[in-house]
């Protein structure tokens, strides 16, 4: 208890230190005001005290004198006795004094004669000293202090007239023990009562008082003042008054010292302050004990929520109960309604965590977390677990075509049909149009090619949405543990490059890995490393292939085709790279590129002479193309009318809308647009249709077929009418023969390009073509 009630980390324990404090130290001074104010009572008291002792004195030694005065005054004014004394009749003074000391009760009383002799003391020393007063009675002091006998006595003297003076009767009174402790009787508090003489060393001594070394300072200090003061002595402190009293003429000083030790004084309040002690204890005891009691109340409700926040920040329930209607109780009820709120917040966010916000399918986290374990589970049971790539064939073109509220929808209904479809395997998406399906296949299992195409059907189920009917293949990608990988980024890796293969070989396909799939994708990706460093070392170079132009009978443009000098494998085909630069989007740096040499070469030559750059469909998709051209054109001072850009009918694949604002956004800079490879594609003519091209460029499969297959001459007749119908310039493709020239002339065909005319050249052998024919042309 006393551990945990010291524990100043706790806010009870400071609070109950607190307040213990406060009121102990409220109590203590209290305590110590009570008992200031009853030891400054008390020391008044004796003061006052004190200073009515020495009132009293005065009255009692001015009473003194005067009865012992009057008492000297009858005897000397008695017939018989001054006879007596002016005959020198010693018996009868002698007999008077006794008889007058024992009914006045005075210790001493003798005769001083006019002559100093002294009458009536038997003691030589002290007659010696009685006769020393002569000097003062004569001067006329009848009264005073005086050193008789070695103690400070009381002179009272009256002159005896007979009728001369004749002499002094003189009355001595002790101002001893007991002298003072009648004054002492008469006083309300017992003072302590002496009379202290000054020697002539100056020091005050009182025979009969032990302290008088120790008091003669003060005295000393006092005597001027005559106020009462404090005194310290080795019995202790004490207060004290200082009355100077009258002495005889000769006689030394003398002081009256009224004093009262101060713990004498204050023993009457000794109950008191033991009373206010016990009394305080007492409280401090009660307060600490209530202070306690408030402390864990107060605290009680703060010490819940804290336990509370520490289960919450462990991610347990908590909850604290709600007493009252105070501040704290607001509090708790805040807290559990928050508690509640973090609990809800923490569900939502486990479930966008693992779980997919469109499809509300696992997501890829959870999907990896749970093949692991499926992964373990299977080889402790000697199980295989495939891992199925579901990806949805052309889904951009929804996005593009119907928008992307449509292509969300699209994707939510294939999760579900998925998942409900293979309700035994663990669907998930993994983003995009791609899922992914997880089975454990066990000797009783469906079969892997069943699975998928179930999946593959479920995905491609017709779905009608805002008055569209759309129809979606799947292609599907499988890799099987622990052939294909015994871990899950190898699972999903070799699932992902079965999938690249099904794409490859067609829509609506699934495929299983194969090793060689592997292979060919290291191949790949270091093909893909391979042309980020040409690009960036300069290993590509252009050559120009001429077209020749029949019309003109010259060469009217050129095709630039792009070359790799690669270090180690030397030229590399473009048949090679390009495809790997479209799939890893290179091909926009490498277009980029190609457009910026291509108009540079293309400069510096006759200014009849185009040249023709081929655009593939990646740099379609990707924004930003016709800045490209422009800033070639801009960088190498090309009119844009002599750059003439290639393009596929692979590029309305993407959406027709589309594509045709970007062709007329080039056509808008003045560049010329031909349609290449004409008539492989199955929408040509609604293309023309579209978008009225430059130029229509006939694909070699024909030319090649012109000599030897009659339908094929009249597809290029049917091309060249067409072309001539709707105004556009036509370019055959491949010519190697003449007789196939004389064909294309014959149907009009405005240009050809092949083998017959010229190979792909450098820059070097087309500066020297260009050169040659100004001068056949000079020369004719």
């Known amino acids: 208890m006393v551990v945990r009630l010291l524990n100043f980390r706790k806010l009870r324990t400071r609070l109950a230190a607190l307040y213990i404090a406060l009121f102990a130290a409220a109590m203590l001074g209290m305590s110590l005001t009570l008992l200031a104010v009853a030891e400054r009572s008390s020391t008044d008291q004796v003061r006052r005290e004190l200073a009515a002792s020495g009132t009293v004195f005065d009255r009692l030694w001015s009473q003194r004198a005067a009865q012992l005065g009057g008492a000297a005054g009858l005897v000397a004014r008695d017939f018989g006795f001054r006879a007596a004394v002016a005959t020198g009749d010693k018996a009868t003074i002698v007999s008077a004094l006794d008889n007058l000391k024992r009914r006045m009760g005075v210790p001493v009383a003798f005769v001083v004669g006019v002559d100093g002799r002294v009458t009536g003391l038997d003691r030589p020393q002290l007659a010696e000293q009685a006769a020393g007063l002569w000097n003062a009675l004569d001067g006329g002091q009848m009264s005073g202090v005086v050193d008789l006998g070695g103690s400070a006595r009381h002179v009272i003297a009256a002159p005896i007239m007979a009728p001369q003076l004749t002499g002094w009767v003189v009355f001595a009174t002790d101002l001893d023990m007991k002298e003072m402790q009648g004054l002492q009787r008469l006083s309300a508090i017992p003072i302590q009562a002496a009379v202290f003489q000054r020697r002539a060393d100056g020091r005050w001594v009182d025979p009969s008082d032990s302290e008088a070394g120790a008091l003669s300072g003060f005295i000393d200090r006092a005597v001027t003042d005559r106020s009462v003061s404090d005194v310290t002595t080795p019995n202790g402190t004490a207060l004290a008054l200082v009355k100077p009293l009258p002495v005889m003429t000769g006689a030394p000083q003398a002081v009256l010292l009224l004093r009262y030790p101060l713990d004498k004084a204050l023993a009457g309040y000794h109950r008191l302050q033991l009373a206010i002690l016990l ?103 000697g199980e295989a677990v495939s891992v199925m790539i579901l990806d949805l064939d052309d889904f951009k073109s929804v996005n593009d075509t119907l928008g992307h509220p449509v292509g969300d929808e699209v994707l939510r209904r294939v999760g579900e049909r998925v998942d409900a479809d293979l309700a035994q395997s663990f669907v998930a998406r993994l983003g995009g149009d791609e899922f992914v399906i997880v089975t454990r ?127 180690e494998r030397g030229m590399v085909s473009p048949v090679e790279f390009i495809p790997t630069a479209e799939d890893t989007g290179l091909i926009v740096e490498i277009g980029a590129w190609v457009l910026r040499e291509a108009c540079a070469q293309a400069a510096a030559w006759p200014e009849h002479v185009r040249i023709a750059v081929n655009v593939s469909s990646v740099q379609f998709r990707r924004p930003g193309l016709n800045e490209t051209v422009l800033q070639a054109l801009a960088a190498s001072g090309l009119e844009p009318s002599r750059l003439e850009l290639e393009i596929t009918e692979s590029i309305f694949l993407e959406g027709l809308d589309t594509t045709t604002r970007l062709l007329h956004g080039l056509r808008s800079l003045g560049v010329r647009i031909a349609l290449d490879d004409f008539g492989t594609g199955y929408s040509s003519l609604s293309y023309l249709q579209s978008f009225p091209f430059d130029k229509i460029k006939i694909d070699r499969s024909f030319i090649q077929d012109l000599l030897t297959r009659p339908g094929a001459v009249a597809i290029v007749r049917a091309i060249t009418d067409l072309a001539r119908a709707l105004g556009m310039e036509t370019t055959a493709e491949g010519v190697e023969e003449n007789d196939q020239l004389a064909e294309l002339r014959k149907h009009g065909c405005s240009s050809v390009q092949g083998y017959l005319f010229s190979r792909p050249i450098d820059a070097v052998a087309v500066r020297d073509l260009l050169a040659d024919e100004a001068a056949s042309s000079a020369a004719a």
């Open 441 to 567: 296949q066990g000797a009783d299992g469906e079969p892997l090619e069943r699975l998928a195409k179930r999946a593959g059907e479920a995905a491609a189920q017709h779905i009608q949405l805002e008055g569209h009917d759309v129809t979606q293949a799947a292609s599907i990608g499988i890799a099987i543990s622990p052939a294909d990988g015994a871990d899950a980024r190898s699972l999903l890796k070799h699932a992902d490059l079965a999938l690249y293969r099904a794409k490859e070989l067609g829509r609506g396909m699934f495929c299983f890995f194969e090793e060689a799939l592997n292979s060919r994708a290291q191949e790949r990706r270091r093909m893909e490393s391979d042309l980020r460093t040409a690009l960036h070392e300069g290993q590509f170079e252009l050559y120009f292939q001429p077209l020749f132009d029949l019309d003109a009978n010259r060469v009217g443009s050129f095709e630039a085709l792009l070359r790799w000098h690669h270090p």
């Open 279 to 381: 009394s305080g204890l007492v409280g401090l005891l009660c307060i600490v004990w209530a202070t306690i009691r408030m402390a864990r109340s107060i605290t009680r409700p703060v010490t819940l929520l804290d336990a509370a926040a520490a289960r919450l920040a462990a991610g347990l329930e908590a909850s604290v109960p709600v007493e009252g209607n105070d501040e704290l109780a607001r509090l708790a009820d805040s807290f559990n309604r928050m508690a509640t709120d973090i609990a809800e917040r923490e569900r939502r966010i486990t479930h966008l965590a693992f779980n997919d916000t469109l499809t509300g399918l696992p997501n890829r986290a959870h999907f990896l977390e749970h093949l692991e374990h499926e992964l373990k589970l299977a080889e402790r049971n």
